[in-house]
């Protein structure tokens, strides 16, 4: 399996929380611009090595583009078929037009950015549409024949509670969805909420209330068919993300825009975020090599899904006795955090709640 990942930076606006790279494009030509250099950069990859069984377009807010960016876009890739084709779509810039557009291009899975059904909550983290849309846009979606739909949300919001959870939760039923990616909300450096904490203006979600919404998301997600496969993500049907278990087992993907990060099967690369800087090096036609440790992110990654990781296969790729070069594995395992179970290393339920803890002694 290889896929290809596409960022598109650009949004109408910026979220509270957001650290992806992005900015609010000034006009039109900005855009128009990027997808020149974002064909540079796909050109310039090796074409022998241009296979792609999932292909995945993310942000930014790649549902900004018009309709005739979204064509110039979608040209690029369409002689690659993958098995599963993902656009990110943000719900006040999705129309009836654009999805009959994925459609024609072989799109067949949306990732659709609600994060809350509550307008305070909405307005609180800096969103700006409203529920209509997320209703109209599945709607359109559906009847255009795209069934396999996933819906972002964000627990642990100041302001949000049990009810909130519950609430939203029953708003998701109602849609009837195929997948759900259901993240905490993490106080990344450098957003609107981190500086707004530096002058005591922003108080993080009470731990014990976090832990709370995320039992009471298992169990409901559980009893609305959906099955956890992964620390934040739940599946109806086995329609698994197919692109992120690309990155959870470290196979190789090619990535292609601003900020866009890739990996060859050795190595990971990636691109400036800034654009005149991105602009510059696909000029040069090079990237950035990381210095991340290849195994590092095999363990946490691996251990985020459900299934965990080999540890046999660990140790022969990477040549190590993981429990061995890992000692604090046994101490998490005592403290019922993590678990062996048919030579697979993996989080307990306790630990899916703490996985962050366990996560530190392989960085
Ligand atoms: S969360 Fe999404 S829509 Fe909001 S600023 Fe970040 S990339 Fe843009």
Redesign the pocket.
């Known amino acids: 399996m290889k896929g290809l990942y596409v960022h598109i930076p650009f949004?109408e606006h910026?979220?509270f929380y957001?650290d992806?790279a992005?900015r609010v494009p000034k006009n039109k030509s900005m855009m128009d611009e990027y997808l020149l250099y974002l064909k540079k950069d796909f050109l310039a990859l090796d074409s022998d090595k241009k296979h792609y069984d999932t292909i995945y377009i993310g942000?930014?807010?790649p549902s900004l583009l018009d309709i005739d960016q979204l064509t110039t876009l979608f040209e690029l890739f369409k002689s690659y078929n993958p098995v599963e084709y993902t656009i990110e779509v943000?719900p006040e810039s999705y129309t009836h037009e654009k999805g009959l557009l994925f459609k024609q291009y072989g799109i067949n899975r949306i990732s659709l950015?609600v994060q809350s059904f509550e307008q305070p909550i909405l307005d609180y983290i800096g969103r700006k549409h409203k529920n209509e849309q997320v209703f109209d846009a599945v709607k359109s979606l559906k009847s255009i024949g795209i069934d396999n739909i996933s819906i972002d949300l964000i627990f642990a919001i100041p302001g949000q509670t049990m009810a909130s959870i519950k609430h939203d939760l029953d708003m998701l039923e109602t849609l009837d969805v195929t997948h759900v990616s259901y993240y905490s909300l993490i106080l990344e450096e450098k957003t609107v909420f981190h500086y707004k904490y530096l002058n005591n203006a922003f108080k993080k979600a009470d731990i014990d209330l976090e832990a709370d919404m995320y039992l009471y998301i298992q169990d409901r997600l559980a009893r609305l068919g959906f099955e956890q496969y992964e620390i934040s993500n739940f599946a109806k049907a086995g329609l698994y993300s197919k692109h992120n278990h690309l990155y959870w087992t470290m196979a190789p993907y090619d990535a292609i825009g601003a900020g866009a990060h890739g990996f060859d099967g050795q190595k990971r690369y990636y691109n400036y975020r800034d654009l005149p800087q991105y602009y510059e090096k696909v000029r040069q036609g090079s990237y950035i090599e990381t210095q991340e440790s290849y195994l590092s992110d095999t363990l946490i990654f691996g251990l985020r899904t459900l299934k965990g990781i080999h540890i046999e296969t660990v140790n022969q790729r990477h040549s190590i006795d993981l429990l061995e070069k890992y000692k604090d594995i046994q101490k998490f395992i005592d403290l019922g955090l993590l678990q062996i179970e048919d030579n697979y290393l993996k989080l307990t339920k306790k630990g899916l709640l703490l996985g962050n803890q366990v996560f530190e002694v392989f960085i």
């Open positions: 949004c910026i979220c957001c992806f992005k942000g930014g807010t943000n950015g």
